[in-house]
């Protein structure tokens, strides 16, 4: 521990190369469970639930290279707290994970992948903001981050956002919140914006950049990752609630969702989806936030 920053040993090779098919079917990841699938359900005729139980499938857009929350493995399987919560939707849906089709979902173009019907959720560490509700309607939030700084282990020049002005060298993703909320700090010349966050430890790890910002959990994944490469500065500075994006103006599927949410804490499948992703590093399941209104 060096000046109070939380350093992680990481346990697992870093993805150098990320894996660029755009979507990809699978069951659950790895050996965890998959939740238990309704049977017997019925949706009023023409809702989004029940077109989606009657296709026996849903589109899922995601992250494929955030450890923690959504990774394509080596392995083709995908793993991680967002994968997980996406599959207790489908399963309350009455639709089985193996028939889940996971769609690739950088940042930049999540409310594109909704409004042109490619995916039917975005699930993918999804920051609710007026700016996006413009174009889509959130679910949740069903966790809250905070936006945080990854540097180079061992690294004592950066304490917080404070320390970036003038001549520290950040990346972050393009159309990301955090891409936004750090020009607050920098100037633009100072600013590398990618399309992943994976290039952006890429550039943290070769020195061309010195840090990477982005939500703490997103970069947890990133350092467990790493080898003990980086660590985290450990002082969050913003809120960022995290929400299921749907197409806008689907008050009946956001409530739809909201009751999943809230039935999966009340039954314990919230915080056994969080032990076995996010928590393996981040530490005990959060309280599920109270859920916005849907509109």
């Not at 992680?8 to 965890?32: E, P």
């Not at 995601?62 to 923690?68: E, G, H, I, S, V």
């Not at 061309?208 to 002082?235: H, P, R």
Request: glycine share 10%; with cysteine.
């Amino acid at each position: 521990m060096r000046n109070g920053r939380h350093r992680t040993i990481g346990v697992i090779a870093f993805l150098a190369t990320i894996l660029t098919a755009a979507c990809g079917d699978s069951g659950s990841a790895g050996d965890a469970p998959a939740p238990p699938v309704a049977t017997d359900v019925s949706f009023e005729p023409g809702t989004t639930m029940a077109a989606l139980n009657a296709a026996q499938r849903i589109r899922v857009g995601t992250k494929f290279d955030q450890p923690l929350f959504g990774l394509l493995g080596l392995d083709g399987q995908m793993a991680g707290f967002d994968i997980e919560i996406a599959k207790l939707i489908a399963a309350e849906l009455g639709i089985p994970a193996s028939n889940i089709q996971w769609v690739e979902a950088p940042s930049p173009v999540r409310e594109e992948l909704l409004e042109q019907g490619t995916v039917d959720i975005v699930v993918a560490t999804y920051t609710i903001n007026d700016r996006r509700r413009e174009r889509v309607s959130f679910a949740g939030p069903y966790y809250i981050a905070g936006q945080d700084l990854m540097v180079r282990a061992g690294d004592t020049s950066i304490g917080g956002p404070e320390d970036l002005r003038g001549t520290k060298r950040v990346c972050s993703v393009q159309g990301s919140t955090p891409s936004v909320n750090i020009r607050e700090y920098v100037d633009e010349r100072q600013l590398t914006l990618f399309d992943v966050y994976s290039r952006c430890a890429d550039a943290l790890r070769t020195n061309q950049v010195d840090v990477v910002t982005t939500d703490n959990v997103v970069l947890m994944g990133l350092i467990e990752a790493s080898n003990g490469a980086f660590e985290l500065v450990g002082k969050p500075f913003t809120v960022e609630p995290y929400g299921i994006g749907i197409r806008k103006g689907d008050v009946a599927f956001c409530e739809f969702i909201n009751d999943v949410l809230r039935r999966a804490a009340e039954s314990g499948r919230y915080q056994e989806a969080w032990a076995r992703t996010a928590g393996t590093v981040a530490g005990p399941a959060p309280e599920l936030p109270e859920p916005q209104p849907c509109s």
